[in-house]
Nanobody
């Protein structure tokens, strides 16, 4: 079984920065994609960013230029650095990890950006 533990959420002022981290533990042979999703109240869960095992990244248009995703394959961790935070970034952020063929989700961490 695989467990994902997220950290780094909280309250940040608009224009500020935050960093989210997710650590995977358990029986892990090889992690494929790692990513972050978010879900705001009343909205569907949406992709924020993902990174492949080879380091290729993909970002939602709404966060391009403000967000950087990175991973440490030796530590099985993925991080999300967000700068210039906006109130519309307020959501619960979920870590998602693909260890083929299964997908694992973290429990979610709240990010609130105050205006």
């Amino acid at each position: 079984q695989v467990q994902l533990v997220e950290s780094g959420g909280g309250l940040v002022q608009a224009g500020g920065s935050l960093r989210l981290s997710c650590a995977a533990s358990g029986t892990i042979f090889r992690i494929n994609n790692m990513g972050w999703y978010r879900q705001a109240p009343g909205k569907q869960r949406e992709l924020v960013a993902f990174i492949t095992s080879g380091g290729t990244t993909n970002y939602a248009d709404s966060v391009k230029g403000r967000v950087t995703i990175s991973r440490d394959n030796a530590k099985n961790t993925v991080s999300l650095q967000m700068n210039s935070a906006k109130p519309e970034d307020t959501a619960v952020y979920y870590c998602r990890v693909l260890i083929a063929p299964k997908v694992y989700w973290g429990q979610g961490t709240q990010v609130t950006v105050s205006s």
